[in-house]
T-cell receptor, first 113, second 110 residues
Framework: DAGVIQSPRHEVTEMGQEVTLRCKPI?????LFWYRQTMMRGLELLIY????????DSGMPEDRFSAKMPNASFSTLKIQPSEPRDSAVYFC???????????FGSGTRLTVV | QKEVEQNSGPLSVPEGAIASLNCTYS??????FFWYRQYSGKSPELIMS????GDKEDGRFTAQLNKASQYVSLLIRDSQPSDSATYLC??????????FGKGTRLSVIA
């Protein structure tokens, strides 16, 4: 099993640009989570999906953030327009047992300059 | 607002000693408790889960849960330099997503 696959690993972009982060969950997992990690705030849940349906997006900080899961094997997190305060590591995680036993992807380190 | 609190550390212990990591949580309805290890620049990986009061042992790791005190701990016996990492406590209630603490940085000195 290849695990949860995220791309890109690193992204440097200029303020105001659109950024798209991608995630491929483990095959058969029916839950997918997007977290953001910073030194100040730790790991924060942004949004999660169950069977491709968004369940709770209350953690999405602003309307600039959007997430989709068009099928069971792919999800995107988009930031438009990006701002320097969006700089963080964004993790995708998936689970097959409700919300137990998450497997995290390797993360995307986003830097907005 | 559900909160999970951890001492940020760093917690420094000599090689071979017992490292004790602690976590408190605010939601009395929490039912499941997890410890994740995160090496610098890497993603969190699950090392222990515990669901009922008492101790749960797995190799050199022991998780302890006291729901009355809303307290979870992780003991690492015979600490090794390779155990140096940040340890994240996470809790949830039912099918709700995990809420993570900010983590405790552990440094094992050879």
């Amino acid at each position: 099993d290849a695990g949860v696959i995220q791309s890109p690993r690193h992204e440097v972009t200029e303020m105001g640009q659109e950024v798209t982060l991608r995630c491929k969950p483990i095959s058969g997992h029916d839950y997918l989570f997007w977290y953001r990690q910073t030194m100040m705030r730790g790991l924060e849940l942004l949004i999660y999906f169950n069977n491709n349906v968004p369940i709770d997006d209350s953690g999405m900080p602003e309307d600039r953030f959007s997430a989709k899961m068009p099928n069971a094997s792919f999800s995107t997190l988009k930031i438009q327009p990006s701002e320097p305060r969006d700089s963080a590591v964004y993790f995708c995680a998936s689970s097959s047992e409700g919300v137990y036993g998450y497997t995290f992807g390797s993360g995307t380190r986003l830097t907005v300059v | 607002q559900k909160e999970v609190e951890q001492n940020s550390g760093p917690l420094s212990v000599p090689e071979g000693a017992i490292a004790s990591l602690n976590c408190t949580y605010s939601d009395r309805g929490s039912q499941s408790f997890f410890w994740y290890r995160q090496y610098s620049g890497k993603s969190p990986e699950l090392i222990m889960s515990i669901y009922s009061n008492g101790d749960k042992e797995d190799g050199r790791f022991t998780a302890q849960l006291n729901k009355a005190s809303q307290y979870v701990s992780l003991l690492i016996r015979d600490s090794q330099p390779s155990d140096s990492a940040t340890y994240l406590c996470a809790v949830n209630e039912g099918n709700t997503p995990l809420v993570f603490g900010k983590g405790t940085r552990l440094s094992v000195i050879a």
